[in-house]
């Protein structure tokens, strides 16, 4: 079996290597890590951006994790690993262009969902990637954020939509059991 990686948690791979190379690579250190300021000075960018790469929130910069991975100390081998992995983070997800509209925790899911070999659901309702689009939208009109911003439901009944596709079209991983549900709707959404 092959092994699959979306760009985001490539992404993040690549975030939780740097920060330990930062934090463990300097001996010579009472803490044996470089601040977060140190290395953005030395990097020329903000510490804002240090803790952004290392979260794996943003696109790597290729030129910038290049200079990390000198700064701290990162040999041949391991920096041509963290640098072929920063060329396939440069996709978008595909959920990307609603993250606005979905908690954290969901972007995440969404991420992993998209690197599962097989899911397992508990919960009383529809899955989400089985519902229709009007069933989708009427949840999000009941949700208090469609009374703030009335595409809300819209969008919501959207990402329902492309989250089936994924996985009837044999993009996204297969659910375990057809019988199991997702917990409450508003739970996902923001």
């Known amino acids: 079996m092959t092994q699959k990686a979306s760009a985001a948690t490539q992404r993040r791979s690549i975030?939780?290597?740097?920060?330990?190379?930062?934090?463990?690579?300097?001996?010579?250190?009472?803490?044996?890590?470089?601040?977060?300021?140190?290395?953005?000075?030395?990097?020329?960018?903000?510490?804002?951006?240090?803790?952004r790469l290392e979260g794996g929130e943003v696109k790597p910069n290729y030129l910038l994790v290049k200079s990390a991975c000198a700064l701290y100390g990162?040999?041949?081998?391991?920096?041509?690993?963290?640098?072929?992995?920063?060329?396939?983070?440069?996709?978008?997800?595909?959920h990307e262009r609603y993250r606005q509209d979905i908690s954290p925790w969901l972007v995440q899911l969404l991420d992993l969902e998209a690197v599962a070999d097989r899911i397992v659901?508990?919960?009383?309702?529809?899955?989400?990637?089985?519902?229709?689009?009007?069933?989708?939208?009427?949840?999000?009109?009941?949700?208090?954020?469609y009374l703030q911003d009335h595409d809300y439901a819209r969008r919501l009944a959207e990402i329902r939509v492309r989250?089936?596709?994924?996985?009837?079209?044999?993009?996204?991983?297969?659910?375990?059991?057809?019988?199991?549900?997702?917990?409450?709707?508003?739970?996902?959404?923001?």
């Open 15 to 51: 975030g939780r290597q740097l920060k330990a190379a930062r934090e463990l690579h300097f001996p010579d250190r009472p803490k044996k890590e470089l601040p977060i300021g140190e290395a953005a000075a030395a990097l020329h960018v903000n510490p804002r951006t240090i803790r």
């Open 74 to 94: 990162l040999g041949t081998e391991a920096t041509t690993r963290i640098l072929e992995m920063v060329e396939q983070a440069d996709e978008d997800e595909w």
């Open 121 to 145: 659901v508990f919960g009383t309702n529809i899955p989400g990637w089985c519902q229709t689009p009007a069933y989708a939208a009427a949840l999000g009109t009941s949700d208090s954020l």
């Open 163 to 190: 989250r089936a596709q994924n996985v009837i079209d044999g993009t996204g991983p297969k659910p375990v059991d057809s019988r199991v549900g997702l917990i409450r709707q508003q739970n996902y959404v923001r």
